[in-house]
């Protein structure tokens, strides 16, 4: 291959196609756009889209409807539940992994809550009819540019965990991810045959506004939490880092002055992540880092079962979704853990219903349902002492507790 030919292709591209690198672009975020933590006001009935997807997602979906049921009948208030496809279901239904009237009815509810996509029967089809494309199609129709995923260690999970208890026992991470820019989503982008071989590229990619408000929700975060910011790029080598640094250095020092942030390299993240996780309050990345460190980070916790995640923008609702898979081949078997589908049921409550209180009951009734010794297969330690259930059961145990459960939020 001749190098100089494949650069001159893609400075070509380039050249003519510079605006299609940063489009489309939502508005950048301003003081007075939605931030990680505001919601919409808290009123009486919202209307919700649901998800169920693929594999396990329509049953931990069930589950966590029936948990939700539970709540509101508790608590007086109501949640109008519509079902959307999307994923492989859609493309089974559709042809369509993400189709128009699945994301028109996103926009116009409250919030969207998603169980899980994809699944080996669509591994071989075109990538614009995989359940994947669904999935990112989605987020950048939707605008939403920062995903929130948690990794708190909890006392009941601690041995779970692969690492030593010493290590993750304490351990509270957010990890904070630009979701609509980076290498994901820049042009040019293909797989091109050039001087008799195929030649695969794509663009990392992101112009200063992207930075500046993941920047800005990060900076929100870290200032309702620990005070503590890291924020991780590979500025030693990219470009698109150095940039990244710069911004996120110049928003945090103006605009939270009273949070603590630092710098470190994605290659040492990754292995200080596993060294020391208690260094750690509030991480964010670009999308490609963040995609990687945040699955790492999900770890630590035992299961990718119990770890919940939040996709926000500007304005308008919030997707909601577990952090883990599919998982097709335990479909239908009553196996899979719903606990990640609940969890993120609550962070939807608490970031864009503005039901904080109602938020804290689903998460004190999961953590009082592991105190009574319950476990699906993928956190049941060998000779623990605990039982093991399946999906049914373990969500049945938690709406029976959200109906009793006091809540620690003061309203």
């Not at 948990?67 to 859609?90: D, H, P, Q, Y």
């Not at 900076?219 to 996120?248: F, P, T």
Request: charged letters at 25%; proline letters at 5%.
């Amino acid at each position: 291959m001749k190098l100089p030919t494949a650069a001159a292709v893609t400075l070509l591209a380039l050249n003519t196609g510079i605006a299609t690198a940063f489009s489309p672009s939502p508005p950048s975020f301003t003081a007075q756009s939605r931030s990680a933590l505001n919601a919409v006001t808290k009123k009486d009935s919202y209307e919700i889209t649901v998800l169920p997807g693929d594999g396990i997602g329509p049953e931990i979906m069930t589950v966590t409807q029936d948990v939700l049921s539970a709540l509101t009948k508790r608590c007086g208030f109501e949640l109008k539940m519509t079902e959307a496809l999307i994923g492989g279901a859609a493309i089974d239904a559709v042809n369509d992994p993400f189709p128009e009237e699945s994301l028109q009815q996103c926009l116009s509810g409250d919030s969207v809550l998603l169980s899980c996509i994809g699944g080996y029967k669509w591994d071989t089809n075109p990538r614009e009819l995989r359940p994947e494309s669904g999935l990112l199609k989605m987020r950048k129709s939707m605008g939403l540019f920062a995903n929130l995923r948690p990794a708190k260690v909890l006392d009941q999970l601690i041995d779970a965990s692969t690492l030593k208890r010493e290590v993750v026992e304490g351990v509270d991470v957010m990890v904070v991810r630009e979701l609509t820019g980076d290498v994901y989503f820049g042009s040019p982008k293909g797989i091109d045959v050039i001087d008799g071989q195929r030649v695969g590229y794509n663009n990392m990619i992101y112009s200063e506004s992207e930075i500046l408000r993941i920047a800005r929700v990060a900076g929100d975060v870290a200032s309702k939490r620990g005070g503590k910011l890291c924020s991780i790029d590979k500025a030693n080598v990219l470009d698109v880092s150095q940039l990244w640094r710069d911004v996120v250095t110049e928003t945090i020092t103006k605009e939270f002055p009273d949070v603590e942030l630092s710098h470190m390299y994605v290659d040492n993240a990754a292995m200080q992540l596993i060294r020391w996780p208690k260094q750690f309050d509030v991480m964010v990345t670009g999308n490609i880092f963040g995609d990687i460190l945040s699955d790492e980070a999900s770890m630590l916790v035992g299961s990718l079962g119990m770890l919940p995640s939040a996709s926000i923008g500007e304005s308008g609702p919030g997707v909601f979704e577990p952090c883990h898979g599919s998982a097709p081949d335990i479909a239908g078997e009553d196996k899979a853990n719903p606990l990640a589908l609940i969890l993120s049921a609550a962070m939807m409550l608490k970031y864009d219903l503005d039901r904080e209180e109602e938020a804290d009951i689903l998460e004190r009734a999961v953590e009082a349902v592991l105190d009574q010794g319950l476990r699906t297969a993928d956190i049941k330690q060998e000779n623990d002492g605990c039982t093991l259930v399946g999906c049914i059961e373990m969500g049945k145990a938690v709406a029976a507790v959200v109906s009793t459960v006091d809540s620690a939020v003061e309203v």
